[in-house]
């Protein structure tokens, strides 16, 4: 089956310590994304990567990092420097930057 | 960015078409409208999008107004997995590869 998948769905981190969150796609798609949503609110642009080897901040990119080293993977890392980790994270893909995305099942990151 | 403003939620008698409306009226010609919705928990799903014209898939239609400031998603027999919070989103086509999403409406179908 094409798709996005991200692992785990459920996360759990003490406070300080850095995460990363995987997203993988066999879709081809050259353009991937990550948001975060928090609840009640609508989903906010952390990073994103058009073409392997590059990638861009979105509005909210303090305290992650991306990197972008194989078409299919794009993986976040929430680093200790963000305050509010606490979230439900999101990945995308798209074919080309200005085309449909289409969104993984989400990571419930939770630091205690 | 145009902005949308849709209402916060709405209900629906199982069965029934839902429509679902949406005010973009600082839309530029370029810029397409998005629908797109969320199921509790899982990740946004894709169901339509358009320009000018209005267009149907096997999902939904999607109703655009002629001086395209507003639109209309309609579901045209709506059921109980349709309930979920509803995306209205006008794509930034210059700048970036944002999708801007802003609260929805929360579609409660009800048996």
Redesign the interface.
Known sequence: DGG?T?SPKYLFRKEGQNVTLSCEQNLNHD?M?W?RQDP??????IY?S?IVNDF?K??IAEGYSVSREKKESFPLTVTSAQKNPTA?Y?C?S?IG??D???????T?LTVL | DAKTTQPTSMDCAEGRAANLPCNHSTISGNEYVYWYRQIHSQGPQYIIHGLKNNETNEMASLIITEDRKSSTLILPHATLRDTAVYYCIVRVKNTGNQFYFGTGTSLTVIP
């Not at chain 1, 449909?100 to 989400?106: D, I, L, R, V």
Request: hydrophobic share 25%; net charge positive.
């Open positions: 996005i991200q353009a994304y948001y009640g609110q609508g989903l906010r642009l994103y058009q861009q979105g509005d439900f999101l995308a798209s930057g200005r449909t995305q289409y969104f993984g099942p989400g419930r």
